[in-house]
Every structure is written in structure tokens, then in C-alpha cells.
């Protein structure tokens, strides 16, 4: 089992390009969650989805980001038109079933968005 | 929605000496405690969990315990090592938002 795969592990944009980040979840995950740390900072719950269904995007600001997770392949974060702000590492994280009952998130290594 | 708190934010031992981090959490639906590791420029890692239905869990030199009445819950750490030195996050899910919501870290320094 190769864990949560995550990439690219870093990305470089200049203000105003768009970043997408990906995410496999583990083998027998169906949910994925994004989260965003800024240096030193906690965890930001930014969305929750799964397969073809955002089940929880409380956490992800309203303009320029998205998120999906098709049938078929990764789970997309899509930021559109970066901004210096938007420099942080972005963890995905997977859990194999949605409640009832509790489930073990695991992470991947995130993939760490620098804005020029 | 759920809120966690976390505290100390900051937390200094010897090596050798305990550590006890301490969260609260706000909403009485929450029944999964997990606690995540990450070390510098690493992915947070599980280190221990708790379910409602229990009081204690210990996982050799790692504990959690957990008050349900007061909505709070702490890991204990004991023997600490050098290798302990990391950023501490607690988190609570709920049975029905199914989100995971994390505290804000202690970051742990174990002084040789």
C-alpha cells in the first residue's frame, strides 16, 4: 500500500497562474480531506469530499479555489490566479469510510505551493 | 461547528521528564480524539487515539485520556526523548459532520 500520494511536492507559481495539487487517496479510501498550513501554524480544514461529491467545503475560501475528486483518478485542489498569501504547504489527507463510527485520517506529505 | 483548543502552545522539558498537552473541544457529538505527530518538514503522523467509550488508552510510553462531562482530553508523554521534539496537534470528529478538526499545536522541545 503506497499511502496517500500527493504531487507535485513543490510548485512554484508567479502571481496570477494557476496551482493544481493532487491527491491518491490509500487503496480502500473513498474520502479525502485538504488541508492548508501556513509556516508555523496548524492545520486549516479547507474540504472534504468524495468520490464525485463535496461533502464539506466550509473551510475553502469562496473565490479561486475548487476542489473535485472525479470518479476516475486524483482529487484536484485548483487555485486560480495565486497570490503571495496563497504560499503554504497543502496536506491531503484520506479515511476509508464516512461516519457512522470513527475512521483513521491518514496524511500524505503535502506538496508546498511557493508564489513568486 | 466544532472548536478545539490547545494548550500550552509551547512546552520546554528535560529529557527524561514528563509532557502533558491538553485540549477542549466544543461540541458534546464529538466521540474520536486522535493525536498527530509532525516533525519539521514532515506529513503529521498518528501517534495515539482515543474513542468516547473510553477513559484511558496507553501506548508504552504515549497516553491519552479523555473527560467527556468537561469536553476536554490530554496526551501524556513519559521518559521523554530527543526524538519526542515535534508540533503536537490534537483533533475531534464528530459522528456527523465527519470532519476532523485540529487545534492550533504544542510545539514539543525535549533538552538533552
Known amino acids: 500500500n503506497a499511502g496517500v500520494m500527493q504531487n507535485p511536492r513543490h510548485l512554484v507559481r508567479r502571481r496570477g497562474q494557476e496551482a493544481r495539487l493532487r491527491c491518491s487517496p490509500m487503496?480502500?479510501?473513498?474520502?479525502v480531506y485538504w488541508y492548508r498550513q501556513l509556516p508555523e501554524e496548524g492545520l486549516k480544514f479547507m474540504v472534504y469530499l468524495q468520490k464525485e461529491n463535496i461533502i464539506d467545503e466550509s473551510g475553502m475560501p469562496k473565490e479561486r479555489f475548487s476542489a473535485e475528486f472525479p470518479k476516475e483518478g486524483p482529487s484536484i485542489l485548483r487555485i486560480q490566479q495565486v497570490v503571495r498569501g496563497d504560499s503554504a504547504a497543502y496536506f491531503c489527507a484520506s479515511s476509508p469510510v464516512s461516519a457512522p463510527g470513527a475512521n483513521v485520517l491518514t496524511f500524505g506529505a503535502g506538496s508546498r505551493l511557493t508564489v513568486l | 461547528g466544532e472548536n478545539v483548543e490547545q494548550h500550552p502552545s509551547t512546552l520546554s522539558v528535560q529529557e527524561g521528564d514528563s509532557a502533558v498537552i491538553k485540549c477542549t473541544y466544543s461540541?458534546?457529538?464529538?466521540?474520536?480524539f486522535p493525536w498527530y505527530k509532525q516533525e519539521l518538514g514532515k506529513r503529521p503522523q498518528l501517534i495515539i487515539d482515543i474513542r468516547s467509550n473510553v477513559g484511558e488508552k496507553k501506548d508504552q510510553r504515549i497516553a491519552v485520556t479523555l473527560n467527556k462531562t468537561a469536553k476536554h482530553f490530554s496526551l501524556h508523554i513519559t521518559e521523554t526523548q530527543p526524538e519526542d521534539s515535534a508540533v503536537y496537534f490534537c483533533a475531534s470528529r464528530d459522528n456527523y459532520g465527519q470532519n476532523f478538526v485540529f487545534g492550533p499545536g504544542t510545539r514539543l522541545s525535549v533538552l538533552p
Open positions: 487503496k480502500g479510501h473513498s474520502h
Open positions: 461540541d458534546s457529538a464529538s466521540n474520536y
